[in-house]
C-alpha cells in the first residue's frame, strides 16, 4: 500500500534562510508526487507535482522539488523563505493507473517564519 | 469559475444527528473526492467518484454516505453523526491530469 511520511512535524526557519522540506514515499513503482499548501483556515494549493521527466520540478511561488528513486524521496525546497511562506505543506502521491482519484497525504509539516 | 464550493462553513451537530455535507466544481471533472483533516493526521479519503453514478470507498468510509447524481455535485452524508466525526473536511475535484482543486472547507464539531 502507499504511504507518505514527512518526517518533520514542525520547522522553524528565519526570513530570508533556505527551506527544505522532507517527504518519503512508499509504492511499488513511481507514483505521481505532489506538494501543497495550506493557510490557516484555508483549503489547500497545488505548489508543484512531479509524473515524469525531468527530476527537478518548479513550482509556484518560488518553490521547487527533487524527485529522487533510489532515496524514495520527494523534498520541498526553496532558496530564501518569505514571512508570508508560514504555514501548512504536504506531500501526496497518487497511483497513476488510478488516475484523478486516489490521493495519499503526508501529516504535514507546519512552517513558521521568524522575522 | 467558481471552482470547488463547500457548504457549510461550520456546522455543530449533536450525537445522533444527520446531516449533508454539499459540494459542488462548475470545472466539469469527472474526478471527485471526499477528505477529513484532523490534527496529526494529514488528509485521509473518505469516499471518491470517478463519475456520475460511481463511488468507491477510500481508506475511512464508515459512518458517510456519498451519491453522485450529477457530474457538479458530491455531498457527503452523515446518517448519525458521532463525536469522532469531529474534523474539517475538504472536497475536491480533479481532471484527468490529476490536478486537484479543493474546496474551502466544513469545520463540523459533534457534542
Known amino acids: 500500500a502507499q504511504s507518505v511520511t514527512q518526517p518533520d512535524i514542525h520547522i522553524t526557519v528565519s526570513e530570508g534562510a533556505s527551506l527544505e522540506l522532507r517527504c518519503n514515499y512508499s509504492y511499488g513503482a513511481t507514483p505521481y508526487l505532489f506538494w501543497y499548501v495550506q493557510s490557516p483556515g484555508q483549503g489547500l494549493q497545488l505548489l508543484l507535482k512531479?509524473?515524469?521527466?525531468?527530476?527537478l520540478v518548479q513550482g509556484i511561488k518560488g518553490f521547487e522539488a527533487e524527485f529522487k528513486r533510489s532515496q524514495s524521496s520527494f523534498n520541498l525546497r526553496k532558496p530564501s523563505v518569505h514571512w508570508s511562506d508560514a504555514a501548512e505543506y504536504f506531500c501526496?502521491?497518487?497511483?497513476?493507473?488510478?488516475?484523478?482519484?486516489?490521493?495519499?497525504f503526508g501529516t504535514g509539516t507546519s512552517l513558521t517564519v521568524i522575522p | 469559475n467558481a471552482g470547488v464550493t463547500q457548504t457549510p462553513k461550520f456546522q455543530v451537530l449533536k450525537t445522533g444527528q444527520s446531516m449533508t455535507l454539499q459540494c459542488a466544481q462548475d470545472?466539469?471533472?469527472?474526478?471527485m473526492s471526499w477528505y477529513r483533516q484532523d490534527p496529526g493526521m494529514g488528509l485521509r479519503l473518505i469516499h471518491y467518484?470517478?463519475?456520475?453514478?460511481?463511488?468507491d470507498q477510500g481508506e475511512v468510509p464508515n459512518g458517510y454516505n456519498v451519491s453522485r447524481s450529477t457530474t457538479e455535485d458530491f455531498p457527503l452524508r452523515l446518517l448519525s453523526a458521532a463525536p469522532s466525526q469531529t474534523s474539517v473536511y475538504f472536497c475536491a475535484s480533479s481532471d484527468w491530469t490529476n490536478k486537484q482543486y479543493f474546496g474551502p472547507g466544513t469545520r463540523l464539531t459533534v457534542t
Open positions: 512531479y509524473f515524469s521527466g525531468d527530476t
Open positions: 501526496a502521491v497518487a497511483n497513476p493507473s488510478n488516475t484523478g482519484n486516489q490521493f495519499y
Open positions: 470545472m466539469n471533472h469527472e474526478y
Open positions: 467518484s470517478v463519475g456520475a453514478g460511481i463511488t
